[in-house]
Protein backbone atom coordinates (compact mmCIF):
# COMPACT_ATOMS: atom_id res chain seq x y z
CA UNK A 1 0.00 0.00 0.00
CA UNK A 2 2.63 2.69 0.87
CA UNK A 3 4.65 1.65 -2.37
CA UNK A 4 0.83 2.63 -4.60
CA UNK A 5 0.58 5.64 -2.58
CA UNK A 6 4.33 7.39 -3.73
CA UNK A 7 3.69 6.20 -6.98
CA UNK A 8 0.39 8.24 -7.11
CA UNK A 9 2.47 11.28 -5.72
CA UNK A 10 4.94 10.97 -8.46
CA UNK A 11 2.70 10.61 -10.62
CA UNK A 12 0.68 13.85 -9.19
CA UNK A 13 4.09 15.68 -9.75
CA UNK A 14 4.68 14.69 -13.18
CA UNK A 15 1.40 16.05 -13.88
CA UNK A 16 1.39 19.46 -12.55
CA UNK A 17 4.86 20.13 -14.62
CA UNK A 18 4.13 22.52 -17.74
CA UNK A 19 6.24 20.81 -20.48
CA UNK A 20 6.94 23.70 -23.07
CA UNK A 21 5.83 23.13 -26.38
CA UNK A 22 8.41 22.09 -28.98
CA UNK A 23 7.90 21.42 -32.60
CA UNK A 24 11.07 20.61 -34.51
CA UNK A 25 11.83 22.40 -37.64
CA UNK A 26 11.11 20.90 -41.03
CA UNK A 27 12.78 21.55 -44.35
CA UNK A 28 10.26 21.23 -47.38
CA UNK A 29 12.57 20.80 -50.62
CA UNK A 30 11.82 22.44 -54.06
CA UNK A 31 8.57 21.70 -55.57
CA UNK A 32 6.32 22.96 -58.17
CA UNK A 33 2.46 23.30 -58.68
CA UNK A 34 1.77 23.87 -61.86
CA UNK A 35 -2.48 23.18 -61.88
CA UNK A 36 -2.92 24.63 -58.58
CA UNK A 37 -2.16 27.91 -56.46
CA UNK A 38 -0.86 27.84 -53.07
CA UNK A 39 -1.63 30.33 -49.88
CA UNK A 40 0.84 29.29 -47.76
CA UNK A 41 -0.74 30.95 -43.80
CA UNK A 42 1.42 31.31 -41.30
CA UNK A 43 -0.11 30.66 -37.84
CA UNK A 44 2.58 30.63 -35.52
CA UNK A 45 6.01 31.42 -35.66
CA UNK A 46 7.91 31.75 -39.25
CA UNK A 47 8.79 30.42 -42.20
CA UNK A 48 11.47 31.34 -44.83
CA UNK A 49 9.83 30.77 -48.21
CA UNK A 50 12.48 30.43 -51.48
CA UNK A 51 11.82 31.25 -54.56
CA UNK A 52 14.51 30.57 -56.78
CA UNK A 53 17.13 33.04 -55.78
CA UNK A 54 14.46 35.18 -53.78
CA UNK A 55 14.13 34.83 -50.25
CA UNK A 56 10.92 35.58 -48.84
CA UNK A 57 9.96 35.46 -44.81
CA UNK A 58 6.57 35.55 -43.55
CA UNK A 59 5.94 35.40 -40.12
CA UNK A 60 2.84 35.01 -37.54
CA UNK A 61 -0.83 36.58 -39.69
CA UNK A 62 1.21 36.52 -43.01
CA UNK A 63 -0.39 34.74 -45.86
CA UNK A 64 2.63 34.07 -48.69
CA UNK A 65 0.70 33.54 -52.49
CA UNK A 66 2.47 31.51 -55.07
CA UNK A 67 0.48 31.40 -58.38
CA UNK A 68 0.71 28.06 -60.31
CA UNK A 69 3.95 26.66 -61.98
CA UNK A 70 6.38 29.12 -59.14
CA UNK A 71 8.91 26.87 -57.59
CA UNK A 72 9.61 27.14 -54.17
CA UNK A 73 11.11 25.20 -50.94
CA UNK A 74 10.52 25.97 -47.09
CA UNK A 75 12.14 26.11 -44.47
CA UNK A 76 9.52 26.05 -41.09
CA UNK A 77 11.29 27.15 -38.28
CA UNK A 78 11.13 25.43 -35.10
CA UNK A 79 7.82 26.03 -33.11
CA UNK A 80 6.19 27.32 -36.11
CA UNK A 81 3.05 26.34 -37.94
CA UNK A 82 1.99 27.13 -41.29
CA UNK A 83 -1.39 25.58 -43.04
CA UNK A 84 -1.16 25.38 -46.81
CA UNK A 85 -4.63 26.05 -49.01
CA UNK A 86 -4.64 24.95 -52.57
CA UNK A 87 -6.56 27.12 -55.09
CA UNK A 88 -7.45 25.07 -58.47
CA UNK A 89 -6.69 27.14 -61.78
CA UNK A 90 -9.17 25.69 -63.84
CA UNK A 91 -12.02 26.16 -61.02
CA UNK A 92 -11.39 29.49 -59.90
CA UNK A 93 -10.21 32.63 -61.27
CA UNK A 94 -7.94 35.50 -59.59
CA UNK A 95 -5.73 39.11 -60.24
CA UNK A 96 -2.84 37.41 -58.11
CA UNK A 97 -0.59 36.75 -60.90
CA UNK A 98 2.75 37.77 -59.01
CA UNK A 99 3.94 36.13 -55.67
CA UNK A 100 2.29 38.13 -52.82
CA UNK A 101 2.35 38.97 -48.99
CA UNK A 102 -0.96 39.94 -47.25
CA UNK A 103 -1.09 40.45 -43.63
CA UNK A 104 -4.67 39.29 -42.74
CA UNK A 105 -6.87 40.39 -39.69
CA UNK A 106 -7.98 38.40 -36.94
CA UNK A 107 -11.70 38.73 -38.16
CA UNK A 108 -11.05 37.20 -41.56
CA UNK A 109 -9.05 34.33 -40.22
CA UNK A 110 -12.14 32.41 -40.11
CA UNK A 111 -12.10 32.39 -43.59
CA UNK A 112 -9.02 30.88 -44.25
CA UNK A 113 -9.76 28.47 -41.39
CA UNK A 114 -12.98 27.47 -43.26
CA UNK A 115 -11.16 26.82 -45.99
CA UNK A 116 -8.24 24.47 -44.46
CA UNK A 117 -11.23 22.72 -42.90
CA UNK A 118 -13.26 22.12 -46.44
CA UNK A 119 -9.70 20.83 -47.47
CA UNK A 120 -8.69 18.92 -45.32
CA UNK A 121 -11.72 17.07 -43.36
CA UNK A 122 -15.15 15.69 -44.43
CA UNK A 123 -16.73 19.24 -43.30
CA UNK A 124 -17.05 20.81 -46.39
CA UNK A 125 -20.12 24.39 -46.88
CA UNK A 126 -22.26 24.94 -49.72
CA UNK A 127 -20.81 28.46 -49.99
CA UNK A 128 -18.03 28.95 -52.01
CA UNK A 129 -15.05 29.65 -49.51
CA UNK A 130 -12.15 29.99 -52.36
CA UNK A 131 -14.25 33.21 -53.93
CA UNK A 132 -14.34 34.56 -50.02
CA UNK A 133 -10.14 33.65 -49.24
CA UNK A 134 -9.68 35.39 -52.72
CA UNK A 135 -11.25 38.33 -51.93
CA UNK A 136 -9.27 39.09 -48.31
CA UNK A 137 -6.02 38.61 -50.42
CA UNK A 138 -6.74 40.85 -53.64
CA UNK A 139 -9.17 43.22 -51.68
CA UNK A 140 -5.81 46.20 -52.99
CA UNK A 141 -5.91 45.09 -55.69
CA UNK A 142 -9.13 45.27 -57.07
CA UNK A 143 -11.50 48.64 -57.25
CA UNK A 144 -14.86 49.33 -58.13
CA UNK A 145 -13.82 51.15 -61.43
CA UNK A 146 -16.19 54.04 -62.27
CA UNK A 147 -19.26 52.07 -60.42
CA UNK A 148 -21.54 54.35 -58.42
CA UNK A 149 -21.67 53.54 -54.54
CA UNK A 150 -24.89 53.71 -52.38
CA UNK A 151 -24.49 56.03 -49.42
CA UNK A 152 -27.50 54.80 -46.99
CA UNK A 153 -25.95 52.42 -44.35
CA UNK A 154 -28.00 49.36 -45.55
CA UNK A 155 -27.19 49.26 -49.12
CA UNK A 156 -24.05 50.29 -48.63
CA UNK A 157 -23.11 47.35 -46.54
CA UNK A 158 -24.78 45.11 -49.45
CA UNK A 159 -22.67 46.89 -52.71
CA UNK A 160 -19.58 46.53 -50.31
CA UNK A 161 -20.18 42.64 -49.55
CA UNK A 162 -20.34 42.49 -53.78
CA UNK A 163 -17.62 44.33 -54.59
CA UNK A 164 -15.53 41.87 -51.72
CA UNK A 165 -17.75 39.09 -53.19
CA UNK A 166 -19.11 39.47 -56.76
CA UNK A 167 -19.73 35.85 -57.28
CA UNK A 168 -22.15 36.13 -54.03
CA UNK A 169 -25.83 35.13 -55.48
CA UNK A 170 -28.20 36.07 -52.40
CA UNK A 171 -31.32 37.50 -53.41
CA UNK A 172 -32.41 40.86 -52.89
CA UNK A 173 -34.75 39.60 -50.29
CA UNK A 174 -31.79 37.42 -48.78
CA UNK A 175 -29.87 41.14 -48.45
CA UNK A 176 -32.53 42.69 -46.76
CA UNK A 177 -32.80 40.36 -44.13
CA UNK A 178 -29.04 40.51 -43.67
CA UNK A 179 -28.97 44.23 -43.24
CA UNK A 180 -32.74 44.40 -41.82
CA UNK A 181 -35.00 46.06 -44.20
CA UNK A 182 -37.24 45.49 -47.07
CA UNK A 183 -36.70 44.05 -50.30
CA UNK A 184 -38.83 47.16 -51.46
CA UNK A 185 -37.08 49.58 -49.55
CA UNK A 186 -33.58 48.28 -50.60
CA UNK A 187 -33.95 48.00 -54.49
CA UNK A 188 -35.38 52.15 -53.69
CA UNK A 189 -32.06 52.96 -52.30
CA UNK A 190 -29.86 51.96 -54.66
CA UNK A 191 -31.92 52.82 -57.88
CA UNK A 192 -32.48 56.54 -55.65
CA UNK A 193 -28.65 56.64 -55.43
CA UNK A 194 -26.81 54.99 -58.25
CA UNK A 195 -29.57 55.82 -60.66
CA UNK A 196 -29.50 51.67 -61.37
CA UNK A 197 -31.56 48.68 -59.99
CA UNK A 198 -29.86 46.09 -57.74
CA UNK A 199 -29.36 43.82 -60.40
CA UNK A 200 -28.00 46.14 -62.97
CA UNK A 201 -25.76 47.72 -60.03
CA UNK A 202 -24.64 44.03 -58.87
CA UNK A 203 -24.15 43.13 -63.06
CA UNK A 204 -21.92 45.64 -63.64
CA UNK A 205 -19.89 45.16 -60.43
CA UNK A 206 -19.27 41.63 -61.78
CA UNK A 207 -18.06 42.31 -65.20
CA UNK A 208 -15.96 45.07 -63.70
CA UNK A 209 -14.27 42.09 -61.74
CA UNK A 210 -14.49 40.08 -65.07
CA UNK A 211 -12.16 42.11 -67.17
CA UNK A 212 -9.68 42.43 -64.59
CA UNK A 213 -9.71 38.96 -63.82
CA UNK A 214 -9.52 38.45 -67.72
CA UNK A 215 -6.86 40.95 -67.95
CA UNK A 216 -4.43 38.84 -65.32
CA UNK A 217 -5.07 35.87 -67.71
CA UNK A 218 -7.62 34.20 -65.88
CA UNK A 219 -9.59 31.42 -68.34
CA UNK A 220 -13.10 32.52 -69.31
CA UNK A 221 -14.39 29.59 -67.19
CA UNK A 222 -12.62 30.35 -63.93
CA UNK A 223 -13.31 33.81 -64.37
CA UNK A 224 -17.10 32.50 -64.41
CA UNK A 225 -17.28 30.59 -61.61
CA UNK A 226 -15.26 33.49 -59.60
CA UNK A 227 -18.26 36.08 -60.72
CA UNK A 228 -21.02 33.67 -59.62
CA UNK A 229 -21.86 32.24 -63.16
CA UNK A 230 -22.00 28.67 -63.04
CA UNK A 231 -22.49 28.43 -67.07
CA UNK A 232 -19.65 30.04 -69.00
CA UNK A 233 -22.52 30.76 -71.90
CA UNK A 234 -24.17 32.62 -69.88
CA UNK A 235 -21.15 34.44 -68.16
CA UNK A 236 -20.26 34.89 -72.46
CA UNK A 237 -23.51 36.48 -73.25
CA UNK A 238 -23.85 38.75 -70.01
CA UNK A 239 -20.19 39.83 -70.64
CA UNK A 240 -21.07 40.88 -74.18
CA UNK A 241 -23.99 42.39 -73.22
CA UNK A 242 -22.03 44.43 -71.33
CA UNK A 243 -18.73 45.10 -72.68
CA UNK A 244 -19.97 45.08 -76.57
CA UNK A 245 -17.83 41.95 -77.02
CA UNK A 246 -17.38 38.42 -76.33
CA UNK A 247 -14.09 37.52 -73.13
CA UNK A 248 -12.01 36.25 -75.67
CA UNK A 249 -12.01 39.63 -77.55
CA UNK A 250 -11.38 41.44 -74.94
CA UNK A 251 -8.34 39.88 -74.25
CA UNK A 252 -6.94 38.86 -77.84
CA UNK A 253 -4.87 42.03 -77.85
CA UNK A 254 -3.55 41.02 -74.66
CA UNK A 255 -2.36 37.97 -76.32
CA UNK A 256 -0.97 39.15 -79.44
CA UNK A 257 1.39 41.69 -77.14
Known sequence: MTGRRRDSRSHASLSSLDFPLHIPSVDIPERVHDDEHM????????????CGESAVEITEGEVIWLPAGTRHALE????????PL????????????????????????????????????????????????LS????????????PLPTSPGAAAVAGALLFNPGDDRRIL?????VRTSGRSLERAFVAETGLTFGQWRTRSRMHAAARLLRAGSSVVSVSQRVGYEDPSSFARAFRDFHGMSPTEYVAPDRET
Open 39 to 50: ALWQIRGSTLVQ
Open 136 to 147: ILERRVLASDDL
Open 86 to 133: SISVDEIATVLTGITVVSIRNDEKIYFLALHQSQSTIIRPSANIQRQV
Open 174 to 178: DWALE
Open 76 to 83: VRANSVLF
